[in-house]
């Protein structure tokens, strides 16, 4: 499966990913993309990472899950800024997956050229109102993205 991972860049970018090559990816806090990590995120799954919240918004690069959900921990620490006192380790609210980046496209594909594309009418990224921090992407649409751009495969 393929997904798009939202992140805004001032708290997270693409370039961090790149310095760190994989991360946790921490801190969804809706239950819908929550379901989707928990539920449907596989490690060996390629995500979209897309600056949100930023111009020119866009998709930056390709990592992949290296790690399926599990307990987001920062819920369970008092006084961070995820914790979430009806979470717990024997229950938890919230999980998190482990991503790697993999591929860095050469020139970013904009929100506003994505629009533009033929085959990407229905993707959830340019649906109105659409808002969550973890999307499904086709695959389709994936390879309507990938065929936009060059990429440069990261070796790790």
Known sequence: MYWLLKT?????????????????????????????????MKQGDRVFIYHSVVQPMAIMGI?????????????????????DPKSSPDNPRWVMVDVQA?????????????????????????RKGSRLSIQPVSDSEWEIICSLEKRNILKF
């Open 8 to 40: 805004e860049p001032r708290t997270y970018s693409w370039q961090d990913l790149l310095k760190e090559k994989t991360t946790s990816w921490e801190g969804v806090r809706n239950y819908q993309a929550r379901n989707f990590m928990r539920d449907q």
């Open 63 to 83: 990592a992949e899950v290296v790690r399926e959900a599990y307990a987001d921990h920062f819920a369970f620490e008092p006084g961070h800024k995820y914790f």
């Open 102 to 126: 993999k591929e860095s496209f050469d020139n970013p594909v904009t929100l506003e050229h994505l629009k533009t594309v033929p085959g990407l009418e229905n993707m959830m990224l340019l």
